[in-house]
């Protein structure tokens, strides 16, 4: 193994030279893929959250107010901005049978990056996100 390691035959540089090409390629597009699934990954977790709780609005008969600050508390913790985050809900008490809808609006940032021969800039761009649900009521009111 050392010998072939080890020696120079015609064309070394030439391998070298093409192995450093094609890793500098591959890291491209691994730092690329990275950069375009965040905003993919944050919709996919607004969706679940969004989902979870028209669930227990269905089961409730609307959003508590204990609810919307529980749904805010995950949303934030999951790496969502508050200033960034509108949410618009039908409120407790809706009798059985009657719609809800569960309305949640995030602006995210994503900070694009171009390269103009050797110079790298940057700029922020603002994508909306927007997830709306709903259902019908599910608690009898007595």
């Avoid at 035959?9 to 090409?21: Q, T």
């Avoid at 603002?126 to 007595?142: A, N, Q, R």
């Amino acid at each position: 193994m050392k010998k072939l390691l080890n020696k120079k035959s015609k064309g070394y540089i030439d391998v070298m030279l093409a192995f450093i090409i094609s890793l500098i390629f591959f890291f491209m597009i691994f730092v690329y893929t990275i950069e375009y699934t965040q905003p993919i990954v944050k919709y996919i977790t607004l969706n679940q959250k969004v989902r979870k709780y028209i669930l227990i609005m269905e089961k409730d008969g609307g959003l508590s107010p204990l609810n919307l600050n529980n749904l805010k508390t995950e949303l934030i913790s999951s790496g969502f901005n508050e200033p960034d985050l509108t949410i618009n809900a039908t409120m407790a008490p809706v009798d059985f049978g009657g719609e809800i809808t569960l309305e949640v609006e995030y602006k995210f940032k994503k900070i694009e990056k171009t390269i103009n021969g050797l110079l790298v800039t940057s700029n922020e761009k603002i994508m909306p996100m927007k997830v709306k649900k709903s259902s019908t009521s599910k608690k009898v009111l007595e």
